[in-house]
């Protein structure tokens, strides 16, 4: 017999396979906190470990029964070489690639901040709807087809190498490094600005309605109702593309500016071992783990977020 408010299965008032109530048999569906990357269960977990430790086995056999490991070993991953290169040493002709993280770091912060700006800009030119603004709107059209469609390297030497010949006053005598930040700002603006513009669109038109209703100027209902709901949709492209952002610093480095990847380059050159490689490697993801793992966070937080809205 069935408890009392408890219908029996297969009855009418039970949630059929599929509903908001329960994910479709077979599905990848997920419900409650479980674990994300097991299986879920005991058995799972022992089945993910087992695969885990053979897969790894596997690769790590390959490397080592390869004829060239010890040479790939000695090239990439000498211990000596990595500490070297990580602490650097000035008076032999090469830098620190631990220190030099940090400008990767300032770089990507001041970039990340004036992206959110421009892009935000752009996006609301390109959704406006004024007559004024038309000539505006087609340059911002412009502005993101041209540099998304130009390669961000070609960008770089684009403004590192053109900006300082126009021989500008205060222009162009700035350092490589703001012309790489100039650079990576134009170029992730035309993106983002899309993702933006997708978030946007995607705040339905009954809320727009609903702030019309209570009598909000276009400005205000754009603030408060209109843009927390839109930048709530996007927080997770976002951070994607700025965990392309961090990485895409270390392209500022042929500008000659002494950012990680450029000075595990003049290890390489000076020392013949490609390790200092391996160092900075090491330290970009040390740097975007953490942050794709809030990305993933973020998702299954909004997934449940619009999983219960679907059930209510």
Not at 5 to 30: C, I, K, M, N, T
Not at 163 to 184: E, I, K, W
Not at 190 to 196: C, G, L, P, Q, R
């Given at each position: 017999?069935?408890?009392?408010?408890?219908?029996?299965?297969?009855?009418?008032?039970?949630?059929?396979?599929?509903?908001?109530?329960?994910?479709?048999?077979?599905?990848?569906?997920?419900?409650?906190?479980?674990?994300?990357?097991?299986?879920?269960?005991?058995?799972?977990t022992v089945i993910s470990t087992a695969s885990t430790v053979v897969v790894l086995g596997a690769l790590i056999a390959i490397f080592l029964l390869a004829p060239g490991a010890h040479a790939v070993e000695q090239a990439?991953?000498?211990?000596?070489?990595?500490?070297?290169?990580?602490?650097?040493?000035?008076?032999?002709?090469?830098?620190?690639?631990?220190?030099?993280?940090?400008?990767?770091?300032?770089?990507?912060i001041v970039a990340e901040i004036l992206i959110l700006l421009l892009a935000l800009l752009i996006a609301l030119v390109r959704q406006s709807v004024h007559p004024a603004l038309f000539p505006i709107r087609i340059l911002a059209t412009g502005y993101v087809d041209f540099f998304r469609g130009v390669p961000l390297i070609l960008v770089i030497f684009a403004i590192g190498l053109g900006?300082?010949?126009?021989?500008?006053?205060?222009?162009?005598?700035?350092?490589?490094?703001?012309?790489?930040?100039?650079?990576?700002?134009?170029?992730?603006?035309?993106?983002?600005?899309?993702?933006?513009?997708?978030?946007?669109?995607?705040?339905?038109?009954?809320?727009?309605?609903?702030?019309?209703?209570?009598?909000?100027?276009?400005?205000?209902?754009?603030?408060?109702?209109?843009?927390?709901?839109?930048?709530?949709?996007?927080?997770?492209?976002?951070?994607?593309?700025?965990?392309s952002l961090q990485k895409d610093t270390a392209l500022v480095g042929i500008l000659g500016t002494i950012e990680a990847n450029k000075a595990a380059e003049i290890y390489s050159e000076q020392v013949f071992n490609f390790s200092s490689f391996t160092v900075a490697a090491i330290l970009f993801l040390i740097l975007t783990i953490p942050l794709a793992r809030f990305t993933d966070r973020l998702i299954e937080r909004d997934r449940r977020r619009r999983l219960a809205g679907a059930a209510a």
């Open positions: 017999m069935a408890l009392s408010g408890s219908p029996p299965a297969g009855s009418a008032d039970s949630p059929p396979p599929g509903s908001a109530g329960s994910p479709p048999p077979g599905s990848f569906a997920r419900t409650g906190r479980g674990a994300r990357l097991l299986g879920g269960g005991r058995s799972g990439f991953f000498s211990p000596e070489h990595m500490w070297q290169s990580f602490i650097g040493n000035p008076q032999q002709g090469y830098y620190s690639v631990g220190a030099a993280i940090w400008l990767n770091i300032k770089m990507f900006v300082p010949a126009l021989s500008l006053p205060v222009v162009s005598n700035q350092s490589n490094a703001v012309y790489g930040v100039t650079a990576l700002v134009l170029s992730y603006s035309a993106y983002v600005s899309e993702v933006y513009r997708a978030g946007l669109n995607s705040v339905h038109q009954s809320q727009v309605a609903a702030a019309r209703s209570l009598g909000l100027p276009q400005r205000q209902a754009l603030r408060y109702v209109i843009l927390p709901q839109a930048v709530r949709n996007i927080v997770p492209p976002l951070l994607n593309d700025f965990i």
